[in-house]
């Protein structure tokens, strides 16, 4: 069963913001020692993690990516989202949210989302 869920457009323009949204219907986006990222892939190649919010709301970006990710939540909708900012047709690629914590920080894949970038 998919707890996860990742909902946005599936075309955005360059220089505009992507923005995604993951709902977990697995459990409370709270939920002690656990926290919610944002993976994505590029056509042809490997999975590349763009950050996480914790549980208490703390965030975690990529370093490479950090200068235009913001990732935020909404609690009472059991959400979190991602904002990637003065996107580039290098940024086309299935978006990913998932969930874990300690050993296991990927234990729960949404389905993937694809977004192309292009005019």
């Known amino acids: 069963q998919v707890q996860l869920q990742e909902s946005g457009p599936g075309l955005v323009k360059p220089s505009q913001t992507l923005s995604l949204t993951c709902t977990d219907s697995?459990?409370?986006?709270?939920?002690?020692?656990?926290?919610w990222s944002w993976i994505r892939q590029p056509p042809g190649k490997g999975m590349e993690w763009m950050g996480a919010?914790?549980?208490?709301?703390?965030?975690y970006y990529s370093p490479s990516l950090k200068s235009h990710t913001s990732i935020s939540r909404d609690t009472s909708k059991n959400q979190f989202s991602l904002q990637l900012t003065s996107v580039s047709p290098e940024d086309t690629a299935v978006y990913y949210c998932a969930r874990g914590g300690g050993n296991w920080p990927f234990a729960s894949w949404g389905q993937g989302t694809q977004v192309t970038v292009s005019s």
């Open positions: 697995g459990g409370s986006i709270t939920t002690n020692y656990y926290f």
């Open positions: 919010i914790g549980y208490d709301g703390s965030t």
